[in-house]
């Protein structure tokens, strides 16, 4: 209980301190820490997958972008249509894309599962990349982002800090959501299903409706990260649903900890920053991306939020609880 208390403590403060960064930016860092909390949601999304139910996917970015896709397509032929419109059909869609590949792919587990996730990625770039009358193929889509209504006024969202304001808000509240769903029953059943799944059947539990719901629940919150994306940068193109923005994602995780439900936002953070500054002084930023993917899962196999949680416990000198476990395995216990 006291540190759910602390965990709300820490989301009002960070709350009110993204309220007073449009006063405290300038407008490139605003981009740029927009960016950070979109791709936050699509971090903690995919985390919920590997590491709370132990399901190592290559097609995550299906559900992205596909909500990307959807968004730009509906804003381009739908006229008028409104925001809130635009994100239901968004998230929609990435519902119905997990319940109908959940429904396929939950059947298989480990790497047969995880191989058939990017068979079915691959299928989604196809199309994309085919479809040239609908997504734009290789030159993409570009859109204008819809006002936001709120009844008695409508506010335009033509400026970054107005859209910044919406995007934290609305990101914002999806994050606290996950992280409330990590609590929940169904929370806790996906990571005793992780540690056991046999004992969980034995008890009565119907795992594979359990995955099933959290494999669509992952697929709603990336597509809802992918329709933000496309009111972000107001364009969508074939990467948004490439492998990779899949490898992004699993490299953001990886960097900030997978045992943690906060440590893919440090992750997010650390890489947004990295290649907006690497990719400005080479173009070879990926490989120093890549080659600190690499020193993480050799030497910080916990991630920095694994890190961080050490530098904690030995500067504060307090005694484990866990009797020597570690964080992960405290997690991971019933």
Same mark, same amino acid.
């Given at each position: 209980?006291?540190?759910?208390?602390?965990?709300?403590?820490?989301?009002?403060?960070?709350?009110?301190?993204? =309220?007073?960064?449009?006063?405290?930016?300038?407008?490139?860092?605003?981009?740029?820490?927009?960016?950070?909390?979109?791709?936050?949601?699509?971090?903690?999304?995919?985390?919920? =997958?590997?590491?709370?139910?132990?399901?190592?996917?290559?097609?995550?970015?299906?559900?992205?972008?596909?909500?990307?896709?959807?968004?730009?397509?509906?804003?381009?032929?739908?006229?008028?249509?409104?925001?809130?419109?635009?994100?239901?059909?968004?998230?929609?869609?990435?519902?119905?894309?997990?319940?109908?590949?959940?429904?396929?792919?939950?059947?298989?587990?480990?790497?047969?599962?995880?191989?058939?996730?990017?068979?079915?990625?691959?299928?989604?770039?196809?199309?994309?990349?085919?479809?040239?009358?609908?997504?734009?193929?290789?030159?993409?889509?570009?859109?204008?982002?819809?006002?936001?209504?709120?009844?008695?006024?409508?506010?335009?969202?033509?400026? =970054?800090?107005?859209?910044?304001?919406?995007?934290?808000?609305?990101?914002?509240?999806?994050?606290?959501?996950?992280?409330?769903?990590?609590?929940?029953?169904?929370?806790?059943?996906?990571?005793?299903?992780?540690?056991?799944?046999?004992?969980?059947?034995?008890?009565?539990?119907?795992?594979?409706?359990?995955?099933?719901?959290?494999?669509?629940?992952?697929?709603?919150?990336?597509?809802?990260?992918?329709?933000?994306?496309?009111?972000?940068?107001?364009?969508?193109?074939?990467?948004?649903?490439?492998?990779?923005?899949?490898?992004?994602?699993?490299?953001?995780?990886?960097?900030?900890?997978?045992?943690?439900?906060?440590?893919?936002?440090?992750?997010?953070?650390?890489?947004?920053?990295?290649?907006?500054?690497?990719?400005?002084?080479?173009?070879?930023?990926?490989?120093?991306?890549?080659?600190?993917?690499?020193?993480?899962?050799?030497?910080?196999?916990?991630? =920095?939020?694994?890190?961080?949680?050490?530098?904690?416990?030995?500067?504060?000198?307090?005694?484990?609880?866990?009797?020597?476990?570690?964080?992960?395995?405290?997690?991971?216990?019933?």
């Amino acid at each position: 209980m006291k540190q759910r208390n602390i965990s709300i403590i820490a989301i009002v403060v960070l709350f009110l301190a993204g =309220l007073l960064m449009p006063f405290v930016l300038k407008q490139y860092h605003l981009n740029m820490l927009t960016e950070i909390i979109i791709f936050s949601l699509y971090a903690i999304s995919y985390n919920l =997958l590997l590491g709370y139910a132990g399901l190592l996917s290559f097609g995550h970015a299906a559900f992205f972008g596909l909500g990307a896709f959807v968004t730009a397509v509906a804003v381009i032929h739908i006229p008028g249509i409104s925001l809130w419109a635009v994100l239901l059909i968004g998230v929609a869609a990435a519902v119905l894309a997990g319940l109908v590949l959940g429904s396929l792919l939950l059947r298989h587990k480990g790497s047969y599962f995880a191989l058939l996730t990017l068979a079915f990625n691959a299928l989604f770039y196809a199309v994309a990349t085919k479809w040239h009358s609908v997504t734009g193929g290789d030159d993409g889509l570009s859109i204008t982002r819809p006002d936001l209504p709120l009844g008695f006024t409508t506010v335009p969202l033509s400026g =970054l800090t107005p859209f910044y304001y919406l995007t934290l808000v609305i990101m914002g509240a999806a994050i606290v959501y996950c992280w409330y769903f990590t609590n929940t029953a169904m929370g806790k059943t996906v990571l005793l299903m992780r540690e056991n799944e046999e004992r969980m059947k034995f008890l009565g539990f119907n795992t594979n409706i359990s995955r099933l719901i959290l494999f669509t629940f992952t697929g709603a919150m990336a597509g809802l990260a992918g329709v933000f994306y496309t009111f972000h940068f107001q364009f969508v193109s074939i990467s948004a649903i490439s492998v990779d923005m899949t490898t992004a994602v699993l490299l953001m995780v990886f960097v900030g900890g997978t045992k943690k439900f906060w440590g893919p936002i440090l992750g997010v953070f650390v890489y947004i920053i990295f290649q907006n500054y690497l990719s400005d002084i080479t173009d070879r930023w990926p490989l120093f991306m890549g080659l600190i993917f690499v020193l993480m899962v050799l030497y910080v196999p916990g991630g =920095l939020s694994g890190v961080m949680m050490d530098v904690w416990q030995r500067l504060f000198g307090k005694k484990d609880p866990n009797g020597g476990k570690s964080a992960a395995a405290e997690e991971a216990t019933p």
